[in-house]
């Protein structure tokens, strides 16, 4: 294991063409490390449009030469040879970033790099399997279909699992033969800089991967460009709706976004209680909240609710010891990721209540850096934000139900629905809530969790498209008929 520290410093380039160049647009701009608010770097690149056409022109000259003539095998050998690589070099690249997303470098042996390396040994193995079609000649036409790449593509990534969203957009991009540049959040740009070399270490041309850097005009201008093919969207429901308008505007480029939730947890009095509350409150306090598949709605069962609600408000009292240092790797939890984050989080605490009983947490937590003391509501009125709107923070409502349609409809009534969980011992009643709620994804005794096997992605305004599984492949290609006239 390579142990070599690495200087954020160092990374104040744009990653074009297989080398590390000064952007032509010459506005900066610093990151600070949440935890204590000290500068990590001063000067990350703003990318202009002129850069932006320059990654455009690279990544479409690599796709039409070297790439295209790339065999199915050739790219999985790339992809698990950066898979390979990833054993050496992730631990210090998940601990750069982490000195700006404040992600506990904890995370980083299991939950991170068993995440990321898996998703590209999965991706690797599907290069040599899309199949195309053929039907026979019964009207005088032999038809075949073939799963043909979209061209260059663009990741625009959030800032809260910055590595994990490169690389489940860019495997399946690459493994069916695009070409990608992505855009990481402008909070947490640091980690995508330092792992772009190793594709070309792995073995892909100059063009193939690219990292460009800056803040929302930079991915505005990557949404409207007429070169890009493919916009893959990772982010607020916001962000996600003016890229789909830029999208439309410019030239229909092909549109998936994965955007946020609010995702409710279903206690029923059978579950078995000790894992109810578990894995409600890690799907809370993980990355201090800062989830989009986050269990931020509990729902329990009346018989069982006293029980459960001081078992869990005593869990996130307590778990207030476990936040501190995220470089330390003895650290569960750390900061949110910026003041900003903070100020939003507490400006919401402080509305809510007005609208809910506060039973733990509502500060800030210490005096130094951007920490928020878990915290939970009960009962919050069915229209306040509190309920409502995605915190991002470690923050949870608990509500009590008594009956199955009750808790059904309770869990629907938003605009939201990328997952959900059922806690319950009874299998008809987890399958029939399961078929009924409204969310892309559905845990039965366990909740706020994915697998690179199947897709994830969210219903309603959570999202359009899936990522992960088959189902990422399809939506990095696009069937091409080809009609053959057997009468010629
Ligand atoms: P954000 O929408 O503020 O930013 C995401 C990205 O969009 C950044 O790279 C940003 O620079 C870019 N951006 C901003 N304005 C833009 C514009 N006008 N045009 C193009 N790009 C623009 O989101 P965030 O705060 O970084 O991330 C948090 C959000 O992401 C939460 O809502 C969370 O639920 C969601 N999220 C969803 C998933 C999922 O898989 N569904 C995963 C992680 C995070």
Same mark, same amino acid.
């Given at each position: 294991?390579?142990?070599?520290?690495?200087?954020?410093?160092?990374?104040?380039?744009?990653?074009?063409?297989?080398?590390?160049?000064?952007?032509?647009?010459?506005?900066?701009?610093?990151?600070?490390?949440?935890?204590?608010?000290?500068?990590?770097?001063?000067?990350?690149?703003?990318?202009?449009?002129?850069?932006?056409?320059?990654?455009?022109?690279?990544?479409?000259?690599?796709?039409?030469?070297?790439?295209?003539?790339?065999?199915?095998?050739?790219?999985?050998?790339?992809?698990?040879?950066?898979?390979?690589?990833?054993?050496?070099?992730?631990?210090?690249?998940?601990?750069?970033?982490?000195?700006?997303?404040?992600?506990?470098?904890?995370?980083?042996?299991?939950?991170?790099?068993?995440?990321?390396?898996?998703?590209?040994?999965?991706?690797?193995?599907?290069?040599?399997?899309?199949?195309?079609?053929?039907?026979?000649?019964?009207?005088?036409?032999?038809?075949?279909?073939?799963?043909?790449?979209?061209?260059?593509?663009?990741?625009?990534?959030?800032?809260?699992?910055?590595?994990?969203?490169?690389?489940?957009?860019?495997?399946?991009?690459?493994?069916?033969?695009?070409?990608?540049?992505?855009?990481?959040?402008?909070?947490?740009?640091?980690?995508?800089?330092?792992?772009?070399?190793?594709?070309?270490?792995?073995?892909?041309?100059?063009?193939?991967?690219?990292?460009?850097?800056?803040?929302?005009?930079?991915?505005?201008?990557?949404?409207?460009?007429?070169?890009?093919?493919?916009?893959?969207?990772?982010?607020?429901?916001?962000?996600?709706?003016?890229?789909?308008?830029?999208?439309?505007?410019?030239?229909?480029?092909?549109?998936?976004?994965?955007?946020?939730?609010?995702?409710?947890?279903?206690?029923?009095?059978?579950?078995?209680?000790?894992?109810?509350?578990?894995?409600?409150?890690? %799907?809370? !306090?993980?990355?201090? *909240? #800062? +989830?989009?598949?986050?269990?931020?709605? &509990?729902?329990?069962? $009346?018989?069982? @609710?006293?029980?459960?609600?001081?078992?869990?408000?005593?869990?996130?009292?307590?778990?207030?010891?476990?936040?501190?240092?995220?470089?330390?790797?003895?650290?569960?939890? %750390?900061? !949110?990721?910026?003041? *900003? #984050? +903070?100020?939003?989080?507490?400006?919401? &605490?402080?509305?809510? $209540?007005?609208? @809910?009983?506060?039973?733990?947490?509502?500060?800030?937590?210490?005096?130094?850096?951007?920490?928020?003391?878990?915290?939970?509501?009960?009962?919050?009125?069915?229209?306040?934000?509190?309920?409502?709107?995605?915190?991002?923070?470690?923050?949870?409502?608990?509500?009590?139900?008594?009956?199955?349609?009750?808790?059904?409809?309770?869990?629907?009534?938003?605009?939201?629905?990328?997952?959900?969980?059922?806690?319950?011992?009874?299998?008809?009643?987890?399958?029939?809530?399961?078929?009924?709620?409204?969310?892309?994804?559905?845990?039965?005794?366990?909740?706020?969790?994915?697998?690179?096997?199947?897709?994830?992605?969210?219903?309603?305004?959570?999202?359009?498209?899936?990522?992960?599984?088959?189902?990422?492949?399809?939506?990095?290609?696009?069937?091409?008929?080809?009609?053959?006239?057997?009468?010629?």
């Amino acid at each position: 294991m390579s142990a070599a520290a690495l200087d954020p410093k160092g990374f104040n380039k744009l990653y074009l063409n297989g080398e590390y160049v000064a952007a032509k647009g010459t506005e900066t701009y610093a990151l600070r490390n949440p935890k204590d608010n000290s500068t990590v770097t001063a000067d990350v690149p703003i990318a202009s449009a002129e850069d932006v056409d320059a990654a455009v022109a690279f990544a479409e000259a690599a796709f039409r030469g070297p790439w295209s003539k790339f065999t199915a095998v050739q790219r999985t050998e790339c992809l698990l040879k950066l898979a390979s690589l990833l054993d050496d070099e992730l631990t210090p690249i998940l601990t750069l970033d982490s000195q700006t997303s404040g992600i506990p470098v904890s995370l980083a042996p299991v939950r991170e790099r068993t995440y990321i390396k898996n998703c590209l040994v999965y991706y690797a193995g599907w290069t040599d399997k899309q199949k195309g079609d053929y039907f026979p000649a019964d009207d005088g036409f032999v038809k075949l279909v073939r799963h043909e790449p979209l061209g260059v593509c663009a990741a625009i990534n959030p800032f809260n699992g910055p590595l994990a969203t490169l690389f489940l957009k860019t495997a399946p991009a690459l493994a069916t033969g695009n070409v990608i540049i992505v855009k990481p959040s402008e909070k947490t740009p640091l980690g995508s800089l330092a792992i772009a070399p190793l594709f070309a270490k792995a073995g892909f041309p100059p063009g193939v991967f690219q990292v460009i850097t800056g803040a929302g005009s930079t991915g505005a201008l990557l949404a409207e460009h007429m070169k890009i093919r493919k916009i893959s969207f990772t982010g607020s429901l916001t962000t996600g709706r003016k890229i789909q308008e830029l999208a439309a505007r410019s030239n229909l480029k092909r549109v998936t976004l994965e955007l946020g939730g609010k995702s409710p947890a279903i206690v029923f009095a059978d579950a078995n209680l000790d894992n109810a509350l578990t894995w409600t409150v890690n %799907g809370i !306090l993980t990355r201090s *909240g #800062q +989830l989009c598949v986050a269990a931020s709605r &509990v729902y329990v069962q $009346r018989e069982i @609710a006293d029980v459960f609600i001081q078992q869990y408000v005593e869990r996130m009292k307590a778990a207030s010891n476990d936040f501190g240092d995220p470089q330390d790797p003895g650290v569960k939890f %750390g900061p !949110l990721v910026d003041e *900003g #984050q +903070l100020a939003r989080v507490t400006a919401m &605490v402080d509305k809510a $209540r007005n609208d @809910a009983e506060l039973v733990v947490g509502g500060a800030r937590l210490g005096t130094t850096g951007c920490y928020m003391e878990p915290t939970v509501f009960l009962n919050p009125k069915n229209d306040s934000e509190i309920y409502k709107n995605e915190v991002f923070g470690p923050v949870s409502i608990i509500k009590t139900f008594d009956t199955e349609d009750e808790v059904i409809d309770m869990a629907n009534d938003t605009e939201y629905g990328l997952t959900s969980g059922v806690f319950t011992r009874d299998i008809a009643r987890a399958l029939r809530v399961s078929a009924a709620i409204e969310s892309g994804v559905v845990g039965i005794n366990c909740v706020s969790v994915q697998n690179m096997q199947v897709p994830f992605g969210g219903k309603k305004q959570s999202g359009v498209g899936r990522e992960f599984g088959e189902y990422a492949l399809r939506l990095f290609t696009e069937p091409k008929t080809v009609l053959i006239n057997m009468a010629a």
